[in-house]
C-alpha cells in the first residue's frame, strides 16, 4: 500500500446533543473538538439525533393511517376514470 494516501482511522466520540448520549466507534471524520472521556482524549463529534433520541428507536413514533385517504378519494371520485370500472 502507498504511505500517506489513507485517512486516518481512529476512535471517535460521537455525542447526542438532544439527550447528552455518548458512544466511542471509529471513523475518519475531521474535527476540531476534543472530550476527555475514561481518562483518554478522542475527537469530539455533536450529534443532533441519534438511535437514543429518534422517535422510530424510541418508541414515540407516530403511526400514520393512509387507509382513511384511500378510502376518501373513492368517496370523492367514486368509479370516475378507473380502470377496472372501465373494463369489468
Known sequence: ??????PNYREVV????S??????TRST?????KITLDGKEY??????VTAESH???TGKHKIV?????VEKFRQKFGK????TAAAG
Do not use: V
Open 43 to 48: 475527537p469530539l463529534i455533536k450529534l443532533e
Open 29 to 33: 471524520i475531521e474535527t476540531r473538538e
Open 1 to 6: 500500500m502507498k504511505e500517506g494516501i489513507h
Open 65 to 69: 393511517d393512509t387507509a382513511g385517504r
Open 14 to 17: 460521537f455525542q447526542d446533543m
Open 80 to 83: 370516475l376514470g378507473s380502470k
Open 19 to 24: 439527550n447528552d448520549f455518548k458512544f466511542i
Open 55 to 57: 422517535p422510530f428507536y
